[in-house]
């Protein structure tokens, strides 16, 4: 299977959505090739990738050390600010309660994900932590972006897991 | 204002939570005399404390720095695993969505707070990510452990914040 599959090169141009999920992807990928659950992020401000990560909780045996919340620690340091104001956050799969919740805190402007996660997403799925009347700041949330690659690395992935066991 | 007050001895050999309240009330301290927002966590493995921390969102320039977020880094680090089986977290203040969701993906067999927090709060006052049926793990939870010097501790440093605008 083609995962990465072949650049969109008039979307490229055309479509900064498309263009910054791309870059998520190919984080994921390095997930994906780690042995750890593929997803990755990428963090926008004013049209520059500020942070790029992808999942380690293998690697760093920590269950906190997801894509978006050390993307959103690389772009705090890069801004020089805990407050992420004027930021996009793409991710390839919908964020969980945590990740959506430290995207509330550090008041990160806009969320694009890839694929819904309708077991533990909290950007509308099962929560809806990212844009929430209760909380005090509100996060604009588009989905579906690079949806069918970003399901394809995660697919992949678990049926990697299931041959071994 | 005695923010500490006296440790009440009989409490201190009778009961597990006051106990390790105090602990955690010691970490929102520190976080108090730091200028942070004071909320403070341990999390506890067979008896004993392996991770102790404080609210460092200013300091470190970090969003993600809640108490529990580096507790809960920590922890895993002294167990070498991200999963935190048979742990118990004591904060002095319900856990917001990024906090429970994390104790969540974590694995924390249990939750003592102090104080809800009925603006924010993700074991039950605004949200219940902490104890919820839709997701793949539970934390029993336990609220109002020493909640009135949590609480004050918290209202001491709005006061100030105040003051100063």
Redesign the interface.
């Known amino acids: 299977m083609d995962i990465m599959g072949q650049t969109d090169i008039a979307s490229f141009f055309t479509n900064p959505d498309d263009r910054f999920m791309e870059e998520a992807l190919k984080e994921a990928l390095k997930a994906h090739d780690l042995g750890e659950v593929p997803v990755g992020a990428v963090i926008v401000h004013e049209g520059r990738i500020i942070a790029r990560a992808h999942n380690q909780?293998?690697m760093l045996?920590?269950?906190?050390?997801?894509a978006e919340?050390i993307a959103?620690?690389q772009a705090?340091?890069a801004l020089?600010?805990?407050?992420?104001i004027d930021t996009t956050l793409y991710v390839t799969k919908e964020p969980?309660?945590?990740?959506?919740?430290?995207m509330?805190?550090?008041?990160v402007s806009r969320l694009v994900y890839g694929v819904a996660d309708t077991?533990?997403g909290?950007a509308g799925s099962?929560?809806d932590?990212a844009d929430n009347p209760?909380?005090?700041h509100r996060i604009a949330v588009v989905g579906g972006v690079k949806e069918d690659r970003s399901r394809e690395l995660l697919q992949s992935f678990f049926m990697k897991l299931r041959n071994k066991i």
């Open positions: 909780v293998e045996n920590d269950a906190t050390a997801h919340i959103l620690t705090s340091a020089e600010n805990w407050r992420l969980c309660p945590m990740c959506a919740g430290a509330v805190n550090a008041r077991k533990y909290a099962v929560f932590v209760c909380l005090n």
